[in-house]
């Protein structure tokens, strides 16, 4: 006997959500510590527990948006609602560039990039302040695309094109940007600790880059099928209390694990560039754990019973036994993932809020 297996429309659009995973991860705002490689391992288990629903009815809450990569594979899979948060100014860009319901022009791309004076909006150049990571010719380029003379139903994305531009001249996601000891590139070529040849190459092809990225982004806008989007800026505690949660609501709960300053230290640089001027260094007020362990109570303290609700920990202040405690105060553990064995390796849960 042939056993064939039945599939409902709502299975199928998260299958189809699965499919198009590499296509949203390449539009995806590049981080450092971020769950992207996990990504498909949750998204399936949040499908497998919303077997039996519609997506339509499913509104996916980022408060920690960070990459928006879940919520790009919620919208691709035709959750009814998103609604995205994140207190960091370089996602909120990737936000409204990505769940804009706008494409980017490549030909205006291709005008910006080649034109010898393209008309911008005022601003300090880039070089000015940022010269100790990037070259003349990148900062320049990323200017002519964050500071471009467009509508303002534009500017997202090309300011989200900026980021990846720039972003794309860490040595990696981890590592961050390098310090660049001279501007001279055979000097550069020469230094025998550092390969600076892919920066270089990379630099010589700010058009070819641009409209390559330009394809990824829009490629991902494509796929979003939800019906409503809310874009949020703010303490996911202040977001938690004022949206509606919906008839079957899905949350994703992650504040850094070492504390507010994982946001402020590792994207110094980026949110410099964003706000036009170098960023001095902050330090936030509130030590790592008390700052985690809070907004993990607020947060889910906030949802309404049934939810599910995703949450990482165990890679930070907190080790894994603790931050199951802290979930367990206000829910039932559904399912877990972890990155390996012991009390000190991270992970991640899917917990269900019960009152």
């Keep these: 006997m042939k056993y064939v297996a039945v599939t409902t429309p709502h299975r199928a659009a998260a299958a189809a959500a699965m499919d198009h995973f590499v296509i949203l991860k390449r539009a995806m705002l590049p981080m450092n510590g971020n769950i992207a490689e996990h990504v498909p391992a949750i998204f399936a288990v949040i499908a497998d527990l919303l077997a039996e629903d519609d997506w339509r009815d499913v509104t996916y809450i980022d408060l920690t948006a960070g990459s928006c990569l879940l919520p790009l594979m919620f919208g691709a899979a035709g959750a009814g609602k998103l609604i995205i948060n994140d207190p960091a100014p370089r996602t909120t860009i990737a936000a409204l560039a ?12 291709r005008h910006l990039a080649t034109t010898a004076s393209p008309i911008m909006l005022p601003h300090v150049p880039t070089f000015h302040f940022a010269c100790d990571y990037l070259t003349e010719p990148v900062a320049e380029m990323f200017d002519r695309l964050f500071y471009a003379d467009a509508p303002a139903a534009a500017r997202p994305g090309l300011q989200y094109l900026a980021l990846l531009w720039a972003m794309g001249f860490t040595a990696s996601v981890e590592d961050g940007f390098r310090v660049l000891m001279t501007h001279d590139e055979d000097q550069l070529l020469a230094m025998p600790d550092e390969d600076w040849r892919p920066y270089l190459e990379r630099a010589r092809r700010p058009l070819e880059v641009a409209l390559d990225l330009v394809a990824d982004v829009n490629a991902a806008i494509d796929l979003q099928r939800a019906e409503a989007i809310e874009i949020y800026s703010d303490d996911l505690v202040d977001v938690g209390r004022r949206v509606e949660f919906g008839t079957r609501p899905v949350v994703a709960l992650n504040p850094p694990t070492n504390g507010l300053d994982e946001y402020v230290v590792d994207d110094q640089i980026v949110h410099g560039l964003i706000a036009n001027r170098w960023l001095p260094l902050r330090k936030c007020r509130e030590d790592a754990r008390t700052f985690w362990s809070s907004r993990l109570d607020a947060g889910l303290s906030a949802m309404p019973p049934g939810a599910l609700c995703l949450v990482w920990g165990g890679d930070g202040a907190m080790a894994w036994n603790e ?3 802290v979930w367990r105060r206000h829910s039932t553990v559904r ?11 991270p992970g991640w849960a899917i917990v269900e809020i019960e009152r």
């Design 98 to 109: 990505l769940f804009g319901r706008r494409r980017i022009d490549p030909e205006f791309v």
């Design 323 to 325: 931050c199951l405690a």
């Design 335 to 345: 399912r877990t993932g972890r990155i390996a064995a012991g009390n000190d390796a």
